[in-house]
């Protein structure tokens, strides 16, 4: 389909976000159907979806990233942009609200409120976006959307107001009344249809409207004044409230329907241009200027070029596929911009339009629209675009922290050199992904969850061609002493012509956090000058492998303080190898120990989780610092060994049902308990006495 232009009151963005298995991409697959901007009407679970379309959401029958889609309906254009529920997936629903001026919030209408509403209630919040919800798979079995009107308000709080009432539930779910207007519409032969108010739902729809009444002359101090004195508010100045209570974000009303059915669908479609704010209703951007100073800048057409990129695919045979919101100005197809983030010229292409998986090519896009370019140069999500003439940038993304670490591999030697660049090009389109190379030389993948982990590995596999596998990282331990002792190395040996002969006696003592440290106090020349550097490199390169358990070993203090030389058979890598005989052997002497990172924990989790949370720290060898409150939740700082924290990503949402968060930093090292200890240096001497390629 082909869109026209339109002007800035008649835009609408809209981002769907939700718990996973809300229905919202099939409910933006029913919007799209309707409004005429497919010719069929796409299904998730067949996978057909135009919102679904990657590979590995098709195979798993749900989103895992943002999908955009624009339609037009009654003369306004809306975009939809799609994100995931799932918990792994946070990043998508961060750039879906930065990208749009609504927000509808879909609710299962017998799952309660979830973690990942919660978690889209907050975001709303947090960037004052105008919001609406909608309880969602009203007809499906041991849905009760009455509970979940009232579930909602008690989660969120009175400014949560009913804007219609569900008639009947589950099977028997056929239609809603219209609160604002106090009519009934059911579904007749594919149409919704005007019909009788039911009798016995007029007493709920006197105090549901009642709450409506109470949360929207909130937005007007006459209509406010009115309601309180009890005089009558009329269907126009209750619409008034209503738009200025959403578009101000102090009132979220609640619509009711079924996206399978299409029930309530129309109504919704209404309720977007009523009630959700156009471009032109926004304030100003805050964006930086050259010299640092903010800028409050208009969406105007006509203004300063200024767009934000809200999210990044990389695609080995499309290229990167940029998707981006015009602020202000107008973007011009075939023309440059300037990346003020990276202080980069790009050219653009041809632009585009989304619609799920399909794309119509246009000429430019003006402030308040959505779109795409494809194959730009250097410019990442988060970044800015304006002009070179007027620089300006808007502040970076802030998206969520990924927390679980897996050590990661190619599967094979033919994978050895596709991993790298794979791993770079997929780096492009993941927010929320890190590569790191850890203190044990492993290469270390950092993502949101084992979800998140598994779609990287196969999108690796699918996009670029590079098959990896994952383990759990090796902790990395460190050696030390906490003894001190003398010890001899003396290494010689003769072969034809000139032998090696190299002779020391170290002392060896702890160092606390002090590193490695070599000195000498040799007299009498029983050891020369020259050999000092041999010998510190043995003590060096030794204490870099480890001794009892492979781990480097640090914090102690070697002191050369005799020996014996030969004139002739003596050079500095004899009395290398002296001592490094020499530390091997007096390591063992002097009480080793292996070390642990302790980390610094903070999980931030709900109160009714404060128990299980402590409980499972505990079990982790934590030990709890203290705890801080605030808005309902409760930050548990703790030291807890790292070794116990690989996979607690994934412990944790599963004890807290997806609400509970943590970071954690290294704080410090200590002593691996005993038992511990000797397992790690076992499995070491197991490995050791293993032959290479068994």
Not at 256 to 263: E, L, R, Y
Not at 308 to 315: C, E, G, L
Not at 424 to 433: C, H, V, W
Not at 547 to 574: C, I, M, Q, R, W
Request: hydrophobic letters at 40%.
């Amino acid at each position: 389909m082909t869109m026209k232009n339109v002007d800035l009151p008649h835009l609408r963005s809209v981002v769907l976000a939700g718990h996973a298995g809300s229905g919202k991409t099939t409910l933006g697959e029913q919007l799209l159907f309707r409004a005429g901007a497919v010719s069929r009407l796409g299904r998730v679970d067949d996978g057909t979806s135009h919102l679904d379309f990657e590979a590995e959401e098709q195979k798993r029958r749900e989103s895992l990233s943002l999908a955009v889609a624009t339609f037009e309906t009654d003369g306004t254009r809306i975009t939809l942009v799609d994100t995931p529920g799932y918990l792994d997936f946070g990043a998508e629903v961060v750039s879906g609200f930065h990208a749009t001026d609504g927000a509808l919030l879909v609710m299962d209408a017998s799952g309660g409120v979830e973690a990942g509403l919660e978690k889209a209630v907050a975001l709303a919040r947090g960037t004052n976006t105008a919001t609406c919800f909608f309880i969602n798979k009203t007809d499906r079995e041991n849905a009760d959307p009455t509970a979940a009107l009232d579930a909602l308000r008690a989660a969120f709080g009175s400014k949560v107001a009913p804007l219609q009432l569900a008639i009947g539930a589950a099977e028997s779910f056929s239609g809603y009344v219209d609160l604002v207007h106090r009519k009934a519409w059911r579904m007749e032969g594919g149409k919704e249809v005007e019909t009788a108010i039911p009798s016995d739902l007029e007493g709920e729809v006197a105090r549901r409207r009642d709450q409506l009444l109470e949360a929207a002359s909130e937005a007007d101090d006459d209509v406010l004044t009115k309601y309180l004195e009890g005089e009558e508010i009329s269907d126009a100045e209750l619409e008034a409230c209503l738009r200025k209570g959403v578009k101000e974000s102090v009132l979220a009303p609640v619509l009711v329907g079924s996206a399978t059915t299409g029930i309530g669908l129309r109504a919704l479609l209404d309720a977007f241009i009523r009630y959700l704010p156009s471009p032109a209703d926004e304030a100003p951007v805050d964006a930086k200027d050259r010299g640092g100073a903010t800028v409050a800048v208009p969406p105007d057409p006509n203004g300063p070029l200024l767009v934000r990129i809200f999210k990044t695919s990389a695609d080995p045979f499309v290229g990167r596929l940029t998707y981006l919101r015009v602020l202000s100005g107008t973007l011009h197809a075939q023309a440059h911009a300037w990346n003020s983030t990276r202080n980069e010229d790009e050219r653009i292409g041809q632009l585009l339009l989304l619609h799920g998986k399909e794309q119509e090519a246009i000429g430019e896009l003006k402030a308040g629209e959505i779109g795409a370019v494809a194959k730009l140069g250097v410019t990442a999500t988060g970044d800015t675009l304006s002009s070179r003439e007027r620089p300006l940038t808007l502040p970076p993304l802030q998206f969520p922290t990924p927390t679980l670490m897996l050590a990661i591999e190619p599967q094979s030697k033919a994978d050895l050199d596709k991993m790298g660049p794979a791993l770079q090009r997929m780096l492009e389109e993941e927010t929320t992904a890190r590569v790191e190379r850890s203190e044990t030389g492993e290469q270390i993948l950092v993502t949101m969850g084992e979800a998140h982990t598994a779609v990287i590995i196969e999108r690796l596999k699918r996009k670029f061609g590079s098959a990896i596998v994952t383990r759990t990282p090796r902790v990395p331990y460190k050696e030390t002493i906490r003894g001190k002792t003398q010890v001899h190395g003396r290494y010689k040996k003769q072969t034809g012509g000139h032998g090696m002969f190299g002779d020391v006696w170290i002392e060896l003592e702890p160092n606390p956090g002090g590193g490695v440290e070599f000195a000498e106090r040799v007299v009498g020349g029983s050891v020369p000058k020259q050999f000092f550097p041999g010998i510190e490199k043995g003590i060096r390169e030794t204490a870099a492998e480890g001794v009892v358990a492979g781990y480097p070993l640090s914090d102690f203090k070697a002191t050369l303080y005799d020996g014996s030389f030969h004139n002739v058979d003596s050079n500095e890598l004899s009395f290398k190898i002296a001592a490094s005989m020499a530390l091997k052997e007096g390591v063992h002497q002097a009480r080793p120990v292996l070390l642990e990172p302790i980390m610094t924990v903070a999980v931030t989790v709900p109160d009714e989780f404060m128990g299980e949370v402590n409980r499972d720290l505990n079990g982790r060898r934590g030990r709890v610092l203290g705890m801080d409150t605030g808005r309902g939740m409760q930050v548990i700082n703790a030291n807890v060994p790292q070794a116990e924290l690989f996979s607690y990503a994934t412990e944790l949402r599963s004890i807290t049902g997806g609400r509970g968060t943590f970071s954690a930093t290294l704080d410090h090292y200590e002593e691996v308990p005993a038992h511990l200890a000797e397992k790690v240096i076992e499995a070491h001497r197991k490995t050791a006495e293993t032959p290479p390629g068994h």
